[in-house]
């Protein structure tokens, strides 16, 4: 079984977190049923961007990245303290031991930042969040990224970053074919109804 760790930051989005968990749930019960997803937080309740409340499965101080193959992270709001989490030194260091193993990060929106400030993006290709004047392209520019700006999608070795939530589910399906193969994703997307 490949499993996927949602590593989720208090102030996440739902809906971006949310992609992950359909797409690897879809394909444990309809594609080759090879893969797991397993939430993880620091907290042992997590309030979403919308006031939405999670309870993940694992804590992060009970995490074993060796018992994982992919790393997935959804973005959030700073107005939801999305970056007291995702900055912690916990969180960061998740994102180093996954990365140090080679294993798939695969991020939406702003969760490319803290990818950024663990410093595995340093010197890499990646993108972040595009609208507000770029703001956020900006910050994880100032973590020694090399931003892509209008790029929807960037891929550099193992990472997977995007540059807004309309990105959700294309990062998603691009993790699932990684995990498993393109035949497999082009399946579960049309039984999922996106493509005929």
Same mark, same amino acid.
């Given at each position: 079984?490949?499993?996927?760790?949602?590593?989720?930051?208090?102030? !996440?989005?739902?809906?971006?977190?949310?992609?992950?968990?359909?797409?690897?749930?879809?394909?444990?019960?309809?594609?080759? /049923?090879?893969?797991?997803?397993?939430?993880?937080?620091?907290?042992?309740?997590?309030?979403?961007?919308?006031?939405?409340?999670?309870?993940?499965?694992?804590?992060?101080?009970?995490?074993?990245?060796?018992? !994982?193959?992919?790393?997935?992270?959804?973005? /959030?709001?700073?107005?939801?303290? !999305?970056?007291?989490?995702?900055?912690?030194?916990?969180?960061?260091?998740?994102?180093?031991?996954?990365?140090?193993?080679?294993?798939?990060?695969?991020?939406?929106?702003?969760?490319?930042?803290?990818?950024?400030?663990?410093?595995?993006?340093? /010197?890499?290709?990646?993108?972040?969040?595009?609208?507000?004047?770029?703001?956020?392209?900006?910050?994880?520019?100032? !973590?020694?990224?090399?931003?892509?700006?209008?790029?929807?999608?960037?891929?550099?070795?193992?990472?997977?970053?995007?540059?807004?939530?309309?990105?959700?589910?294309?990062?998603?399906?691009?993790?699932?074919?990684?995990?498993?193969?393109?035949?497999?994703?082009?399946?579960?997307?049309?039984?999922?109804?996106?493509?005929?």
């Amino acid at each position: 079984m490949k499993k996927v760790c949602l590593l989720l930051a208090n102030g !996440f989005e739902a809906v971006e977190a949310s992609v992950f968990t359909d797409v690897i749930g879809w394909n444990n019960l309809e594609g080759d /049923g090879s893969t797991k997803l397993v939430t993880v937080g620091l907290r042992d309740t997590l309030k979403c961007t919308w006031n939405f409340t999670v309870t993940p499965e694992l804590n992060i101080k009970d995490l074993n990245v060796d018992d !994982f193959e992919a790393l997935a992270i959804p973005g /959030g709001f700073e107005e939801a303290n !999305f970056y007291t989490d995702a900055y912690s030194e916990d969180f960061l260091r998740v994102i180093r031991e996954f990365d140090k193993q080679g294993k798939i990060i695969a991020s939406i929106c702003v969760g490319s930042l803290p990818i950024g400030k663990s410093g595995v993006l340093k /010197g890499r290709d990646g993108t972040s969040y595009s609208l507000n004047d770029g703001k956020r392209q900006k910050e994880l520019a100032s !973590f020694g990224v090399n931003v892509i700006p209008h790029k929807e999608i960037v891929i550099d070795r193992n990472i997977i970053t995007s540059y807004n939530p309309s990105t959700a589910f294309n990062v998603a399906f691009t993790l699932l074919e990684l995990l498993t193969s393109k035949e497999n994703t082009n399946k579960v997307k049309r039984l999922m109804g996106f493509i005929k």
